[in-house]
């Protein structure tokens, strides 16, 4: 059984950062071999592509309104993949979701390039 435990999120002023983990685990899960990604729901919103990074980390991908602040990142060694956040904005308030990405897929952008979620994590923006 796969799991993907999401960490760190919190309540941050409008300007601050939050480095948010996603801890993988199962008995042959390994994310070397996956694409994986972070998503957002806001209250009242579909959820939404945040970031990605292909299963090496030599490729990732961004959604416009994060590209500058938000890096993602991968420890392929400790099985947890990274979202550091900075200047960070009240509508970047939402659940975040790590997930992992469906063999052999070229997006990453949609819910459904994505096989294993996580329970997410609340980030909170204050203005």
Known sequence: QVQLVESGGGL????????????????TFSISTYAMGWLRQAPGKEREFVAASVWSGSKTYYADPVKGR???????????????MNSLKP????VYYCAAGRPGIDYYTADTAYRYWGQGTQVTVSS
């Open 12 to 27: 941050v002023q409008a300007g601050g950062s939050l480095r948010l983990s996603c801890a993988a685990s199962g008995r």
């Open 91 to 94: 509508e970047d308030t939402a």
């Open 70 to 84: 938000f890096t993602i990142s991968r420890d392929n060694a400790k099985n947890t993949v990274y979202l550091q």
